[in-house]
């Protein structure tokens, strides 16, 4: 599977912005996906995630009830709808993919569970 993330930019804070994720190739159906992100000297961490069924979300607590993790009905489409954005949310935003076989629920939240990646997309929040 190939992954192209999308959607980043400039915004002021208390802003809104939209990330896409754009999910190609055999047995999507098979894949979790979730977005991380990395600021400038920081480890890259899980910032949401959906499970292959898409029936379960996760946050990560510093982005709870601002995002929102969602999937078109093709599955080839992930989006990361970002609220009331921070300038502490300035990072560089990946979407990463696993296959998953029988935790279809399960939400993964730790990089090296994912073992393909976007190119990852810049998003700067100004103050």
């Known amino acids: 599977v190939q992954l192209q993330a999308s959607g980043g930019g400039l915004v002021h804070a208390g802003g809104s912005l939209t990330l896409s994720c754009a999910v190609s190739g055999p047995s999507i159906s098979r894949y979790a996906v979730a977005w991380f992100r990395q600021a400038p000297g920081k480890e890259r961490e899980f910032v949401g995630g959906i499970s292959r069924s898409g029936g379960s979300t996760d946050y990560a607590n510093s982005v709870k009830g601002r995002f929102t993790i969602s999937r078109d009905s093709t599955r080839k489409n992930v989006y990361l709808q970002m609220n009331s954005l921070k300038p502490e949310d300035t990072a560089v935003y990946y979407c990463?993919?696993?296959?998953?076989?029988?935790?279809?629920?399960?939400?993964?939240?730790?990089?090296?569970?994912?073992?393909?990646w976007g190119q990852g997309t810049l998003v700067t929040v100004s103050s």
């Open positions: 990463a993919s696993k296959q998953t076989i029988l935790s279809v629920n399960f939400i993964y939240t730790d990089t090296n569970d994912y073992n393909t």
